[in-house]
């Protein structure tokens, strides 16, 4: 008997609630967005003791939750929080007054205060807003974003793979992805990282030797590797001969530079590359490019600038 008493209770507790429109109009829009007391007050056109008034007793009831932002606070309805009975009273009011909840004025103030609490926001965080978006959504969103307009049924083949690392990236969204590198301590790891990743194989070879058949690849990459090859011309002559006739070679490395003791650091075979210099050389080995350009070097870096440069097969 008691618990039915109690069930009764809540069900008067939630009727009284919804007695008063005005607390019905503040429930619609908080269903709807987040909201402070001074944004609820120029949807409603009311001032603010009275919206203070009804947010009280909504809060205390519990159909509403409030969050706090320095010394702001903000209101919000979440349906799903709401127990039982509240939940099916609420259904019941937004089903028969679906049209009416939100009148049009309330619509469209509403819909006002959301668009320029979005241009305040921004107005006042231009200087901090890549810091805030990394925070929110990482910073590998956007190359996935790009992978995903690769042709889903492509060969990708990534010379150099080393430890798997762009691979990650790109594999989910072609159809076939190999990596080749030579060391086997690198595609040990590259196996490992990728590991649950379908349609992904490994090959242990050298890049002026490349262990694949001729025309296997639609995308051949050559990422950061270049400079490492002594023998730059036959590494690009192979990367051609694996090419699929309307393949592309797609080449990311340091522009020319002088670090001369990254020769013994880190055993590179090149101080990057002058654009003329490897234009020779890929058309000593029958590519033609495409597109050259320089990358914006990131601010945090520490190395030599980048480039990006893609090849076709020259007379295909």
Known sequence: MMERVQGLG???????????????????????????????????????????RHLKALLTSGWIQRRTEGRHAHYVVDPAGLDG???????????????????????????????????????????EWDAIRERLFGDRFLLSAVASQLPGDAVLVD?????????LHLAPFVGRAIGVDREPRMLAVARQRLAGVADVEWHQGPLTDVPLPDDVADLVLLILVLHHVRDVATALAEARRILAPDG???????????RRDWRQAMGHQHLGFAETDLAGHAAAAGLRCTRHHPLPPATEAQGPPLFVATYGKEGV
């Open 85 to 127: 009975t509240s939940r099916e009273l609420w259904t019941l009011v937004a089903g028969a007054f679906a049209r009416t909840l939100l009148a049009s004025e309330d619509r469209s103030r509403l819909d006002a205060v959301i668009a320029e609490r979005g241009g305040d926001f921004f107005g006042r965080v231009p200087h």
């Open 159 to 167: 010379l150099g793979c080393g430890t798997g690392h762009t691979l």
């Open 248 to 258: 592309r070679l797609t080449i990311v490395d340091m522009v020319a530079h002088d």
């Open 10 to 52: 809540d069900v008067t507790r939630d009727l009284s609630i919804l007695a008063e429109p005005l607390r019905v109009r503040l429930l619609a829009a908080l269903t709807e967005a987040e909201l402070g007391v001074s944004e609820l007050c120029r949807v409603v056109q009311l001032p603010q003791s009275t919206v203070s």
